[in-house]
């Protein structure tokens, strides 16, 4: 007897291949449904690009909070090229010793370099400065006619706040010494971001210039980073005179 009736054909499908069938769909339709609720174990691929986002990525936060900080990079921010050393034109030393002893010791090259400022925050703000309370900027500048002499001190930062000033302000004790360290009539003006050392020069020679900079001057800006670890850079130099560039880092503790 034949296997058709009439001109009907009957196709018998496998009952196995039918239950595969069912589960597939049944588990497709599950995924794209927890996908749309944002509970898909399926992620999707995320194009990588490295521009704006590799070693040289910057950070940034809303204002008010400061920077929240995603690269591991943003935590050793270069220096705009200038050094962190003792010894030599020029050092930022501490103020463990005043006058003609930290000159002395600047001149021999065995005066302590200081790196690092450390602060604290409150909610993006500021609070505080750990240590140290102040520096000293030492240079070695050339005169080479006597007569009145003026060197400027210029500070640099890429610390902006909206609130406040990023600048350390100008300290007492301010200025300039002969090449044997006998401090000299000295009259100092401007402060943060640009001080004038002038004094009187008796002969052509080597000449050292000294501006004590105070830290908590930065206490009560904002925003500024809450993250630990963050740094800011600072630069100092003087006009006209060579090897002068020096950097420290403000640095979250």
């Given at each position: 007897m034949s296997g058709d009736v009439g001109s009907n054909r009957v196709v018998l499908v496998h009952p196995v291949r039918t239950v595969i069938a069912v589960l597939?769909?049944?588990?497709?339709?599950?995924?794209?449904?927890?996908?749309?609720?944002?509970?898909?174990?399926?992620?999707p691929l995320r194009n990588i690009s490295s521009g704006g986002h590799g070693a040289g990525a910057s950070a940034s936060g809303p204002a008010g909070h400061g920077p929240s900080v995603a690269p591991s990079s943003a935590l050793q921010?270069?220096?705009f090229g200038a050094t962190i050393s003792g010894g030599g034109a020029s050092q930022i030393t501490n103020t463990a010793f005043k006058g003609e002893t930290e000159c002395t010791l600047f001149t021999g090259g065995t005066a302590t370099t200081v790196s690092t400022i450390s602060y604290d925050t409150n909610n993006g703000t500021i609070s505080k400065i750990t240590t140290p309370g102040s520096f000293w900027y030492f240079v070695s500048v050339q005169v080479t006619t006597p007569g009145t002499q003026s060197f400027t001190v210029t500070q640099t930062t890429n610390y902006a706040p909206t609130t406040g000033t990023p600048y350390f302000s100008l300290g007492g004790g301010s200025t300039a010494y002969d090449g044997s360290c006998n401090p000299l009539g000295t009259t100092v003006t401007g402060g943060g971001a640009s001080t004038t050392v002038s004094f009187t020069a008796a002969t052509a020679g080597t000449y050292i210039v000294s501006v004590k900079f105070m830290t908590h001057s930065v206490v009560g800006s904002s925003p500024a980073s809450d993250t630990p670890g963050f740094s800011y850079n600072y630069t100092f130099s003087t006009t006209g005179a060579s090897g002068s560039t020096q950097g420290l880092l403000l640095t979250h503790v």
């Open positions: 597939a769909a049944l588990l497709l339709l599950g995924l794209l449904v927890a996908e749309r609720g944002g509970s898909s174990p399926v992620q921010p270069k220096l």
